[in-house]
């Protein structure tokens, strides 16, 4: 069994105010957890702060976070998570691979003066790093696969697998720029099947139209990727900042509508929690 609850829902940047208070303003971050396994989290977005509230935290703290990319809607939140600025707290992020640098000299690039008064090795916690945009691995008693999703710059998507439950986690994902639902042969295989699956579903078409080339997909496009997937369970993701409650509602009847019978479909907002496996 594997339980999922979700801290972060929004893309691009976190939003507040009465419009958008139902589902939510924090960026990009998922716990995902096997019974009697520490922590995994599916990016450090702002929505990882309020992890902090949790009582079933191992302590010190100890986890793994598998982290989409670099952008700063999906690490902005590292710092300000309570757990990891305790001494012997320890926290191993998994990341795609960067290229000229190291994705450990990336992450401490991103928080060092002058953009961030701090220097990451200077907090408490212990970071190791994990780089890979390839890859089968165990974490205790779940099965993690990463694979390459097409975004701006190296970003990776993620499932995880324990006995009989699954979970797959696509938070940014470059639909087509003509407007085409194709879907690479490599994310068809790597989520065939799943549960649950979180997936990229920020634009509507004509906001695509407009914005065909800034790394995300349509609504439709989502479905698509979950109809091709035999996906039981499609969770609308990273939503769009400019996008109230209402919108969102809409999208997910909308979505449903094409789902039909084949699966269902939920839109993310902060503190939904879900099952994947349970009997």
């Not at 797959?168 to 087509?176: H, K, L, R, T």
Request: charged share 25%; aromatic share 8%.
């Amino acid at each position: 069994m594997l339980d999922i609850m979700f801290y972060g829902v929004r893309g691009s940047t976190p939003c507040s105010g009465s419009a958008t208070e139902g589902y939510g303003g924090n960026t990009s971050c998922v716990l995902v957890r096997a019974p009697g396994d520490l922590p995994i989290m599916c990016d450090l977005g702002t929505g990882l702060r309020y992890l902090d509230d949790r009582s079933d935290l191992p302590d010190p703290f100890r986890g793994t976070a598998l982290v989409s990319h670099l952008h700063w809607d999906h690490i902005q939140g590292l710092p300000f998570f309570g757990p990891i600025l305790k001494p012997g707290a320890e926290l191993m992020i998994v990341g795609p691979e960067q290229g000229s640098q190291s994705l450990a000299e990336e992450f401490r690039a991103g928080f060092s003066p002058p953009v961030f008064p701090v220097v990451l090795d200077d907090l408490p916690g212990t970071f190791r790093f994990h780089e890979t945009s390839d890859d089968r691995f165990e974490l205790e008693s779940a099965t993690v696969t990463v694979f390459p999703v097409t975004h701006v710059g190296p970003t990776n998507g993620y499932r995880i697998d324990c006995g009989e439950a699954s979970v797959a986690y696509i938070s940014d994902y470059q639909q087509p720029p003509d407007g085409s639902l194709d879907v690479s042969d490599r994310v068809i295989e790597a989520c065939r099947d799943v549960d649950v699956l979180i997936h990229d579903a920020q634009y509507s078409p004509a906001e695509f139209a407009v914005k065909s080339d800034w790394g995300h997909c349509t609504v439709e496009y989502a479905v698509e990727v979950a109809r091709r997937t035999g996906a039981r369970r499609l969770v609308l993701y990273h939503h769009d900042p400019a996008h109230d409650d209402r919108w969102i509602d809409d999208a997910r009847d909308m979505a449903a509508g094409l789902a039909g019978t084949a699966f269902d479909v939920l839109a993310a907002r902060e503190g939904l929690a879900l099952q994947s496996g349970a009997r």
